[in-house]
């Protein structure tokens, strides 16, 4: 049996960008990727802070430093620039792993620059 876990989320980032044109996902500054040990084509829930909309998408990378975090597609309506949203990756776990896995957490302020990573909830 596996249990689907929190792998990893960005907490708090602001929307930076909207691009209703494009095919799909969410652009994400490479550096926050790397502190949230996401990849390329990863399925990620979106949770708005600002208006409670709650969606999956996945991964784009984006520019390493440009702090960018870009809803694509009809995301792109689920936001507008300026929200703060919570970026989550789940993992199926089974009992064993879960016992000893800690998620990684990435606390960002309101530019999207890292404040703290936590390998805790």
Do not use: W
């Not at 691009?19 to 040990?37: F, P, Q, R, W």
């Not at 708005?48 to 984006?62: K, L, M, P, Q």
């Not at 702090?67 to 507008?80: D, F, H, M, S, Y």
């Not at 989550?88 to 064993?96: E, F, K, L, V």
């Amino acid at each position: 049996m596996t249990f689907e876990m929190l792998y990893s989320k960005i907490h708090r980032a602001v929307v930076t960008n909207a691009n209703l044109n494009y095919v799909g996902s969410v652009t994400i500054d490479k550096e926050l990727m790397d502190a949230a040990k996401l990849v390329v084509g990863q399925k990620v829930e979106i949770v708005n802070i600002n208006n409670a909309e709650r969606f999956s998408t996945y991964v784009i990378e984006g520019e390493y430093g440009k702090k960018e975090i870009c809803l694509n597609g009809a995301a792109a309506r689920k936001a507008q620039i300026g929200d703060r949203v919570i970026i989550i990756a789940y993992a199926n776990m089974t009992q064993d792993e879960r016992s000893k896995f800690k998620p990684y957490i990435v606390l960002v302020d309101e530019k999207n620059s890292i404040e703290e990573v936590r390998d805790y909830v």
